[in-house]
């Protein structure tokens, strides 16, 4: 009985795969394949994700639409470039390398569109600190705003865009910590204007939503010189989470 089951369970061992697992097992093997590729690409694209850099899509500190404006350069042709280290996410209009425009009454013109502004984002450097700056209840935020960005030198039209475009992220939180680091900006994004303007003014601010509020050093707002003549000015800024 014993060598009667002993030859059975050696035949079992022996005998082919089933017709049915020849015919599964490559199914099988091609799932796997694919499988395994979509949990490569989907990790691959995550790490990217997170590692590239915030504003709009990304994870991180992001500069978030600083915007350029032009006056004093009418019907003269002026050409921007960013320095070679400025890394840009988007860009509007198409910035292919530089920017190239006819002015006209304060307006960037190619052959067939107006442009009030230029607008670009670009990845950060890590360098910002928020140790010297103002904490802002959420009740005083628009006031604070409107009476820095007069000092830095914005006008009325100006400080508009930047309170509109900021505000509506600023007032999610009850406090903000809030800097302003122009020279730091100008440090990490070169910008050449042909021709050279006589005034140019880049106003750059970082903040931090917070609960409480907290002690900050008191930063010096430095003023701006009167434009004159031929004048670039810029603003844009950077939430760090």
């Given at each position: 009985m014993d060598?009667?089951?002993?030859?059975?369970?050696?035949?079992?061992?022996?005998?082919?795969?089933?017709?049915?697992?020849?015919?599964?097992?490559?199914?099988?093997?091609?799932?796997?394949?694919?499988?395994?590729?979509?949990?490569?690409?989907?990790?691959?694209?995550?790490a990217g994700y997170l590692s590239y850099g915030t504003a709009y899509g990304y994870v991180?500190?992001?500069?978030?639409?600083?915007?350029?404006?032009?006056?004093?350069y009418d019907t003269?042709?002026?050409t921007l470039d960013f320095d070679e280290n400025t890394e840009l996410t988007c860009a509007y209009p198409d910035y292919n390398g530089h920017w190239h425009f006819n002015m006209s009454s304060d307006k960037f013109l190619d052959s067939d569109r107006t442009y009030d502004?230029?607008?670009y984002e670009a990845v950060t450097t890590d360098d910002f600190d928020l140790s010297h700056g103002?904490?802002?209840?959420?009740?005083d935020t628009i006031a604070f705003l409107e009476d820095s960005l007069r000092m830095?030198?914005?006008?009325?039209?100006e400080s508009n865009d930047f309170i509109t475009y900021w505000l509506p992220d600023l007032m999610q939180h009850k406090y903000n910590v809030i800097s302003f680091q122009s020279k730091k900006f100008e440090e990490f994004v070169g910008l050449t204007v042909n021709p050279m303007p006589d005034s140019m003014i880049r106003v750059y601010m970082v903040w931090?939503?917070?609960?409480?509020?907290?002690?900050?050093?008191?930063q010096t707002i430095e003023c701006t010189m009167p434009r004159q003549g031929k004048t670039i000015v810029e603003w844009g800024g950077t939430e760090l989470k």
């Open positions: 060598e009667k089951k002993a030859k059975r369970k050696e035949k079992n061992i022996s005998d082919p795969p089933s017709k049915l697992w020849i015919i599964l097992h490559p199914v099988l093997c091609f799932f796997l394949i694919i499988l395994g590729l979509c949990i490569g690409i989907t990790a691959g694209y995550y991180g500190d992001l500069m978030k639409k600083p915007v350029i404006y032009a006056y004093g003269i042709d002026v502004y230029l607008y103002f904490c802002v209840k959420r009740e830095m030198g914005l006008n009325d039209r931090k939503g917070v609960d409480e509020p907290v002690e900050v050093e008191p």
